[in-house]
């Protein structure tokens, strides 16, 4: 997940700490008591809520650690998705379906007590890096799977931490006797192209009460944290071979029309809005230079601040595409495959999150803060550890990473926070990431986040006026808009799911079945 903190409108300080360029262990004396301290009283859901996560603690350290010593790539996730689905079938749940919207390694599944009553989702997710794969060691060694692949962004965590949620919450529901329904929806790829995305254009979140998620993090934070809407597009080139040396005027090389896109794009900038980012990369550029290349492709990300925005400069950039292979005499192909939006805070949720969150025991052995710090030294980072506090709530902000997240908050209120797994300035997508995920310190995160969400999650579904609340939020801040799905609507599934997969879970049926039904 592309999710990360950025330079917020506070105080110096406070915005050192978050982006972690001033991470030194002086930092915590200058920090005022006041801020230390913040916070409500504890909600009175907060001990049950740590009662019910130790009794499926083993489950979710079995989650966590399983799905880090087996790590998989987006769309590749079978075993890790398995694991999941494995906890919860012994749980009780039903498993309402693998395969969700198309998509293998995704699924959903459901517990109901009694009639009616809320509908409460959680969101756990478990595709690994490339290039991250890290041994539980505070320095560069190889992990369960070599260095190819590895949890650097600490979905193991993170989806232990959901599920495990959901099985809490179950428990607290089943004492209090209260009516509703949790579901878990297995959210596969969100590195890439997430699962959650199509399963909103499905409609599965649309009769949610509300839905709620954490994401590992070097700080312990929630808030009104916006992300950005993204599109991804291929723009690729074709033209004709030629002999570079001998008639080169016979050719028309697609990647000098792929390198005028390029060019096209620069010139742009001056004219774009702060909020924008557009960054690129050239995936096809031809095989040797002495033959004139036939194709030439581009891969392009796209985010600006909501959908409206990003769908305008969009458009710029085809036209950009469009004018790069007339000026080259090429021909282009433009592969709209891929689109999140933005994600909508709900201040509601957020509040009650911070509650929860200030209510936890944070505490670090030395040994994991000797970890911690060894491996900030390893990469040349001042040694300030783990952060050992809940910061204050953030106030509105806009950061330029996206997550699919995005998708399901503009289908129900979302309450998204983040808890320290990781020290003190080292970003996501990165080793110390993987290699705290299967540590202690990751365990702590993993039951942590599972307490704040069965906790809220619990609130949820006993206060109708809570949910009121998060829900004219909700409704205030979509303002009437239609959620429209950015897929391009004869997209059936992402790229890149093994065909073993695809013929394993039926997915021609399936495909034929969807293409039936697009008007």
């Known amino acids: 997940m592309s999710f990360e903190f950025p330079d917020p409108p506070i105080d110096s300080l406070r915005r050192k700490l978050l982006i972690g360029s001033l991470a030194s262990t002086a930092v915590w004396a200058l920090m005022p008591a006041a801020a230390k301290a ?15 996560v130790e009794t499926v603690r083993e489950a979710i350290l079995r989650l966590s650690r399983e799905v880090w010593n087996n790590p998989e790539l987006s769309l590749h996730e079978e075993v890790s998705s398995e694991i999941h ?26 517990w109901t007590q009694g009639e009616g009553g809320p509908k409460i989702g959680f969101l756990p997710e478990y595709d690994a890096l ?11 060694t190889p992990g369960p799977a070599g260095v190819e692949v590895g949890h650097g962004c600490g979905h193991n965590m993170l989806g232990a931490g959901c599920t495990g949620a959901a099985l809490a919450l179950k428990k607290m529901m089943i004492d209090g006797g209260h009516a509703g329904t949790i579901r878990v929806y297995g959210c596969a790829a969100e590195e890439t192209e997430g699962a959650k995305v ?15 998620a954490w994401h590992p993090g070097p700080v312990n934070a929630t808030g009104l944290l916006r992300t950005a ?10 033209g004709r071979t030629a002999h570079a ?22 010139f742009m900038r001056e004219h774009l809005k702060p909020t924008t980012r557009l960054h690129y990369v050239y995936s096809d550029g031809g095989g040797t230079p002495n033959v004139i290349p036939d194709t030439a492709e581009v891969l392009i990300m796209i985010r600006d601040q909501d959908r409206a925005d990003v769908d ?20 282009v192909a433009i592969d709209h495959f891929f689109g999140m939006h933005d994600l909508l805070p709900n201040e509601t949720l957020v509040q009650r999150l911070h509650d929860h969150m200030t209510a936890l025991p944070i505490e670090w052995t030395e040994d994991e803060q000797v970890f911690a710090k060894t491996c900030q030294r390893e990469m040349g980072l001042p040694e300030a550890g783990l952060m050992p506090i809940v910061i204050p709530p953030l ?66 579904i006993v206060d109708a006026e809570l949910r009121a609340a998060a829900r004219a939020d909700f409704d205030r801040r979509k303002a009437g808009r239609k959620y429209v799905s950015p897929l391009p609507k004869d997209r059936v599934r992402p790229d890149g799911i093994p065909s073993r997969l695809l013929m394993r879970d039926g997915f021609d049926e399936f495909a034929a079945g969807y293409r039936e039904k697009q008007p």
């Open 312 to 331: 305008a400069v969009t458009t710029w950039v085809r036209d950009v595409a469009n004018g790069a292979a007339t000026s080259t005499q090429t021909t």
């Open 130 to 140: 490339p290039g991250l794969g890290n041994a539980a060691e505070p320095r560069q």
């Open 85 to 110: 689905l494995r906890e919860l079938r012994a749980a009780g749940f039903t498993i309402v379906s693998t395969g969700t919207s198309g998509i293998p390694t995704a699924f959903l599944a459901e």
């Open 395 to 460: 106030p509105e902000i806009t950061t330029g990473g996206g997550t699919d997240v995005g998708d399901v908050s503009y289908n129900t209120p979302t309450g998204l926070f983040a808890l320290a797994t990781m020290p003190i300035g080292v970003g996501l997508h990165t080793w110390p990431v993987t290699a705290c995920g299967g540590t202690s310190i990751g365990d702590k995160g993993s039951i942590l986040s599972a307490v704040v969400m069965a906790g809220v999650g619990y609130d949820l």
């Open 38 to 52: 913040e916070g409500a009283a504890a909600p009175a859901s907060a001990k049950t809520a740590r009662d019910a």
């Open 198 to 212: 199509y399963m909103a254009r499905d409609g599965l979140f649309d009769d949610l009460d509300a839905a709620l």
């Open 229 to 238: 809407a993204v599109n991804m597009l291929r723009i690729r080139y074709s």
């Open 245 to 266: 040396g001998v008639d080169p005027w016979e050719g028309r090389s697609a990647l000098k029309g792929a390198e005028l896109f390029g060019t096209g794009i620069q």
